[in-house]
């Protein structure tokens, strides 16, 4: 007959298996926070005795009622979305070696040119770049490649569409936004159209400008980042600068390649040299 | 005399003015959850009336008594670290402009070649690529420049001091650690000392490895990735690769500087010619 008291028959927390000897908890329903005490503190000493790393739990916002007894267990905040906290303890007396939350926001900025030698310049309706012309920049959706973050952005902020060309240079700026850093990839990209609509919202207003008036209202008060925009777009067109350009290195489960970019032209140097003997 | 049922005399939470028409509260002494609630509740009622938009309260981990009664007047979660949550409330019916929480981990790889033409190379304890001769690579902490996150995780695996020479290619991947986004940096360093020291927790063994034998291991289930590492090393050994250096942008508040990483060599072409000219 079995022992009514034996561990395996105290109600525990549905949990599963990772990859490196912890487990994980996913609440989804409802629970009284005196049931939930209970359970977390029978399934803690069951996790230890089988020496379990570590611990996450992940409380859906509407479970916020149990987040003070995680805390009061132990546990420590990993990271937070809108919508949930995940919550870890690392029982080991070892250092815990699970990766931080994510450090960096990514941006892009546009460097849209037409063949006039013209830049697609924008004036923001807020913030400390008011009333000053500038590039289209904006925020790298979670999951989304650079090539089309920047895409969206030009699209969304000036109606113009334009085609990826290269990386011209990138960035990395620290405590730009609650103490996480910024990589910033300034972008070479070719319009598609060229009639400018305004998204009313955010945007005063866009045109396209002379590369020596944008160079005019530079001050000594700009960010040196500016000034290589400049450069950057003379040396483009004038005397052939490489960038890093984008290929496909691996295939997500959902079919979506990612992306290495790198100097193609001189990576192909070699290559068309051959060709070239070959012919 | 003053009326005492006038919104003036009915204690608030105490709270900071942003710069874009919000208010921050950031908790920091114990407090019992019900007074918690009349406050933030007086509190929300002012700021609304005031035309506040987005408000944030910053509850650090031993405050999580006070996190049910926030979620519960209406905010969600912003972001968290291990030792705070923050919420936020964004009060106009208009879309939150603001800001997602960061959406990227930085990653370093290091390709570090000595004279004789050999690759430095790491093999890991655990892990999926346990087993396999694969370059030092590791996560840039927040606030930590590319370049020197890059120095620190060579030295700390294999005891190498190494000097930051230039980003080689970038790759950018998702859904990497909890539906987080990555960009790698491959960068190439110059080795300043040779003999190796491995750091005995992680790393199993280290050595220098003809980029032959590098190869030689490559199988057809290999990510793509890698077999760029070779083609990127011989570009840049046999037929001068540019990749992008880093050059300082602007000085934070700690006189610490930003950087900005390009094509130096192509950018310096015609500031180079010039100067053959001026011979």
Redesign the interface.
């Known amino acids: 007959m079995m022992d009514q008291s034996t561990s395996e028959n105290v109600q525990r927390l549905p949990a599963t298996d990772d990859e490196f000897g912890g487990v994980v908890v996913e609440m989804k329903e409802h629970m009284d926070s005196d049931v939930f005490r209970t359970l977390l503190k029978a399934s803690m000493s069951q996790w230890k005795l089988q020496g379990k790393k570590g611990v996450w739990i992940k409380l859906p916002?509407h479970l916020?009622?149990l987040?003070?007894t995680v805390?009061?267990e132990g546990f420590?905040?990993?990271?937070?979305?809108?919508?949930?906290?995940?919550l870890l303890c690392w029982i080991p007396k070892t250092n815990n070696?699970i990766?931080?939350?994510?450090?960096?926001?990514?941006r892009v900025g546009a460097i849209v040119l037409n063949d006039k030698g013209e830049m697609l310049v924008v004036q923001e309706k807020?913030g400390i770049l008011r009333g000053l012309w500038k590039i289209s920049t904006g925020?790298?959706?979670?999951?989304e490649?650079?090539t089309a973050g920047v895409i969206r952005e030009v699209k969304e902020e000036t109606g113009i569409d334009t085609e990826f060309v290269e990386v011209?240079?990138?960035?990395?700026?620290?405590?730009v936004?609650?103490?996480?850093?910024e990589?910033l990839f300034l972008c070479m990209m070719c319009p598609l159209s060229f009639e400018i609509q305004i998204q009313e919202t955010?945007i005063e207003a866009a045109r396209w400008m002379p590369l020596e008036d944008y160079e005019a209202q530079l001050s000594v008060q700009e960010?040196?980042?500016r000034k290589?925009i400049i450069?950057?777009c003379k040396?483009k067109v004038?005397?052939?600068?490489?960038?890093?350009s984008p290929?496909?290195?691996?295939t997500?489960s959902n079919g979506?390649p990612?992306?290495?970019?790198?100097?193609k032209e001189?990576?192909n140097?070699?290559i068309l040299d051959n060709s070239v003997n070959q012919v």
Request: aromatic share 14%.
């Open positions: 916002i916020s009622n987040v003070d805390v009061k420590e905040y990993h990271h937070a979305e809108p919508k949930y906290l995940m070696p990766p931080a939350n994510a450090s960096h926001i990514v807020m925020t790298v959706h979670q999951g490649d650079i011209l240079a990138f960035s990395q700026e620290h405590n936004f609650f103490g996480k850093s990589v955010e960010q040196v980042l290589y450069e950057l040396a004038e005397r052939g600068y490489s960038g890093f290929s496909p290195v691996t997500d979506n990612s992306f290495i970019y790198f100097n001189d990576l140097k070699k």
